[in-house]
């Protein structure tokens, strides 16, 4: 059945350290978004695309983040350097469509731990 | 600051009584309104959604109201059940926001009691 996957599940890394999550899309859908949990803010957005391209990125903070899709079938997230504060659960989600009413279908997430 | 607020972290509730989960929002500009419930460790699925042209929407056991003037909606659930048991989210959407961009409140865990 059709799903977002998301990879890896869990990543563990030192501060200062590279992260790449990677995301692979519902095939056909047009939209995708990073969305990072935590406990105070709830679901934060960082990122959408919409077909492919960048709509706003202005939940990321720019000097150390960065999202990319090299193609529809992948999105990736970046971190550099990573930092303790970024410790957090990253979904990726995509939707059909661009309306108000597009249903987000989220992936397992990644669960990101900087110690 | 917290466009979409859910003030109860919390809600416990006995098995086959009515839960009331609630959310209120600051902008009187989102046009749409989701609830998405999320299970440990799996990604957040959509529940319901209510349009602001509307005031409530019904699917089954769960039921959304709106309240356009106080800025705030509800989710019921009715009886609740024992797999209800997750935490939910309230989101809003909206043309000046993004359209399908969605804010999300922090969420509310929903435990049922058996």
């Known amino acids: 059945d059709a799903r977002v996957t998301q990879t890896p599940r869990h990543k563990v890394t030192e501060m200062g350290q590279e992260v790449t999550m990677r995301c692979q899309p519902i095939?056909?859908?047009?939209?995708v978004f990073w969305y990072r949990q935590t406990m105070m803010q709830g679901l934060e957005l960082l990122a959408y695309f919409r077909n492919r391209a960048p709509l706003d990125d202005s939940g990321m903070p720019k000097d150390r983040f960065s999202a990319e899709m090299p193609d529809a079938t992948l999105a990736t997230l970046k971190i550099q350097p990573s930092e303790p504060r970024d410790s957090a659960v990253y979904f990726c989600?995509?939707?059909?469509?661009?309306?108000?009413?597009?249903?987000?279908?989220f992936g397992q997430g990644t669960r990101l731990t900087v110690v | 600051d917290q466009q979409v607020k859910q003030n109860s972290p919390s809600l416990s509730v006995q098995e086959g009584r009515i839960s009331i989960l609630n959310c209120d929002y600051t902008n009187s500009m989102f046009d749409y309104f989701l609830w998405y419930k999320k299970y440990p460790a799996e990604g957040p699925t959509f529940l319901i959604s209510i349009s602001s042209i509307k005031d409530k929407n019904e699917d089954g056991r769960f039921t959304v109201f709106l309240n356009k003037s106080a800025k705030h909606l509800s989710l019921h659930i009715v009886p609740s059940q024992p797999g209800d048991s997750a935490v939910y989210f309230c989101?809003?959407?909206?043309?000046?926001?993004?359209?399908?961009?969605?804010?999300f409140g922090t969420g509310t865990r929903l435990t049922i009691i058996p």
């Open positions: 989101a809003a959407s909206g043309v000046n926001f993004g359209n399908e961009k969605l804010t």
């Open positions: 095939l056909g859908h047009n939209t």
């Open positions: 989600a995509s939707g059909l469509g661009q309306g108000i009413d597009t249903e987000a279908f």
